[in-house]
Antibody
Framework: QVQLVQSGAEVKAPGVSLKVSCKASGYTFTAHFIHWVRQAPGQGLEWMGRINCKNGDTDYAQQFQGRVTMTRDTSINTAYMELNRLTSDDTVTYYC??????????????WGQGTLVTVSS | EILMTQSPATLSVSPGVRATLSCRAS??????SAWYQQKPGQAPRLLIYDASTRATGIPARFSGSGSGTEFTLTISSLQPEDFAVYYC?????????FGGGTKVEIK
């Protein structure tokens, strides 16, 4: 079954780090980019960045530069998103999404189920 | 950063009726746009990419059109399962950006 399965919900204290995993199955992991998108409660979608699962190259949104790190482990078909120095504004649902395999297109044809992160003291 | 503006914010329609959703980009994105559907508690689902190409498994009642700065998602005859929030996205320029969404609700 082709799917992305994310790690479970977390509660974090302000100032600490978060690491969310995204395990892929049913397809060739290294053939696609994985993007991370987040969504505040009742709000729209915000792109955070992407990782090339073949070579590990990354692109990050400017507002997260210096605070986010995206990695992958090809031995277990899993991508990771680590976000540092959490604040209450980081209380959102984080999604991983697979980039479609169409030349010139960066749409997402598969999404993880989402990971709700609550930042609270 | 390219701003994607969706209208209307809420669309109240009856089942069986045609729905037209709009998305405007702050600068040209050519055909590099997509539409997603999101239901409460679920991840978004890809409907349309490259402005007008239906994604795998998407019913023919969903169609996309437009290029440059103006894009439209049309649902030819709304089914009960189509009531949801719809987002447009551009991927012509970094950072990738999404519109604020249009909620399609039952009238």
């Amino acid at each position: 079954q082709v799917q992305l399965v994310q790690s479970g919900a977390e509660v974090k204290a302000p100032g600490v780090s978060l690491k969310v995993s995204c395990k892929a199955s049913g397809y060739t992991f290294t053939a696609h980019f994985i993007h991370w998108v987040r969504q505040a409660p009742g709000q729209g979608l915000e792109w955070m960045g992407r990782i090339n699962c073949k070579n590990g190259d990354t692109d990050y949104a400017q507002q997260f530069q210096g605070r986010v790190t995206m990695t992958r482990d090809t031995s277990i078909n899993t991508a990771y998103m680590e976000l540092n120095r959490l604040t209450s504004d980081d209380t959102v649902t984080y999604y991983c999404a697979r980039e479609i395999l169409v030349v010139g297109s960066t749409a997402y044809d598969m999404w993880g189920q989402g990971t709700l992160v609550t930042v609270s003291s | 950063e390219i701003l994607m503006t969706q209208s209307p914010a809420t669309l109240s329609v009856s089942p069986g009726v045609r729905a037209t959703l709009s998305c405007r980009a702050s600068q040209s994105v050519s055909s590099k746009s997509a539409w997603y559907q999101q239901k409460p508690g679920q991840a978004p689902r890809l409907l349309i990419y490259d402005a007008s190409t239906r994604a795998t498994g998407i019913p023919a009642r969903f169609s996309g059109s437009g290029s440059g700065t103006e894009f439209t998602l049309t649902i030819s005859s709304l089914q009960p399962e189509d009531f949801a929030v719809y987002y447009c996205q551009q991927y012509a320029n970094w950072p990738l950006t999404f519109g604020g969404g249009t909620k399609v609700e039952i009238k």
